[in-house]
């Protein structure tokens, strides 16, 4: 993997390392714009407000966040370096709830921190440097795999259903949910993909109907109170969604909606699909009750995208970011390391601790 492999993704670090750059995920389709961040302040914001965003590019901007600002310290002492970076990685975690990723990465660089004591600081953060471009470089790597088995479930011709956007900007390469589709195109096979909008962010308009469209795969986006209408009319052979985290149940948190496109795939006898990376099963958490949803600004939903507001300022508005799927709803979960059928409290235990 070069360099320019590397810059090409949605979160990379600057030429000298010494900033984490990320591509303004808030702007697109219409603008291409990159951030360059040196502050935890200015990176918890950017993933506060989705500038980045997607479970696996959340982590990722974390574990460049953890190297950027250990130099960024200046600490004269390893106990130093000790104490500003548990402070700045409490604080990054506490920007988003819901997706593990971020506090599976925050917690894999502050492993390699507590594990280096007798070290110089010098030589901790080339440790921190390493763990950093591991955490993409394995992402890379768990996308492609992710994409091969979920291929695996189609046939030439079929057309899956995704909610969201769980591509490549959303990861490194290939993305998760959308990564067959990519995999498809490049080995020539017929496979589409409808898009739900994904209210209130839009994310499936904005970024999976434009990386799809860019690759120069057949996509169709619809609002997400179309996909009964097109489950039902038999267009959909399969639904690929992403995940934020999955309980040891097999219950999984992903974008607001998700479960309703389960529930639907359900009755019409559609295979309803998660595909997520080792990194998103979080076996600390027992259920999808256990899982804090963040809860966001209502003016997403009356006014972010109008040219006037769309309620009145007064109205009461709920907008929880995420909701539960319930694994009883699920066919399988499609990992790095395989697809997991139920039950998924034992099968899921098994993957995770294999190697
Ligand atoms: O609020 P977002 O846009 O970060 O929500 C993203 C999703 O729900 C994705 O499906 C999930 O993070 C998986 S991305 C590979």
Not at 81 to 98: A, F, N, V, W
Not at 162 to 173: R, V
Request: with cysteine; hydrophobic share 40%.
């Amino acid at each position: 993997m070069t360099k320019e492999d590397l810059h090409s993704c949605s979160v990379h670090l600057s030429d000298d390392e010494r900033a984490v750059v990320l591509l303004d995920q808030t702007k697109l389709p219409n603008k291409t714009e990159y951030l360059t961040l040196t502050k935890a302040e200015e990176i918890y914001d950017a993933i506060k407000v989705l500038a980045v965003r997607g479970a696996p590019a959340i982590g990722i901007c974390a574990g460049y966040a953890m190297y950027v600002l250990a130099q960024r310290a200046e600490a004269s002492s390893y106990g130093e370096l000790c104490e500003r970076l548990h402070k700045d990685g409490e604080y990054l975690i506490s920007s988003r709830p819901t997706a593990v990723n971020l506090s599976w990465a925050v917690g894999r660089m502050l492993a390699v921190l507590d594990g280096a004591s007798d070290k110089s600081v010098d030589e901790v953060i080339a440790l921190l440097r390493e763990e950093a471009y591991a955490i993409q470089l394995e992402d890379i790597e768990m996308c492609r795999k992710i994409a091969e088995y979920g291929l695996s479930l189609l046939k030439p011709g079929d057309t899956f259903l995704t909610h969201c956007n769980a591509g490549p900007l959303a990861t490194s390469k290939y993305g998760t949910a959308i990564g067959p589709a990519f995999l498809a195109k490049e080995r020539g096979i017929d496979i589409k993909v409808f898009s739900d909008e994904t209210r209130p962010l839009l994310q499936g308009a904005r970024l999976t109907s434009y990386e799809l469209q860019k690759a120069g795969i057949d996509v169709t986006l619809i609002c997400d109170n179309m996909a009964s209408i097109v489950m039902k009319n038999g267009w959909i052979q399969a639904c690929f969604v992403g995940c934020d985290r999955i309980a040891a149940n097999g219950d999984f948190a992903n974008k607001i909606g998700t479960s309703g496109v389960a529930i639907l795939a359900k009755h019409y006898g559609i295979p309803f699909y998660t595909l997520g990376p080792r990194s998103t099963i979080d076996m600390n958490c027992p259920t999808g009750a256990d899982i804090k949803i963040e809860q966001r600004n209502p003016n997403e939903i009356k006014e972010m995208w109008y040219k006037e507001p769309m309620a009145l300022p007064e109205v009461k508005c709920y907008n929880p970011a995420f909701d539960v799927t319930d694994h009883e709803l699920l066919t399988a979960i499609v990992t790095d390391k395989g697809i997991v059928y139920p039950p998924f409290d034992v099968n899921l235990k098994k993957i995770m601790e294999e190697d």
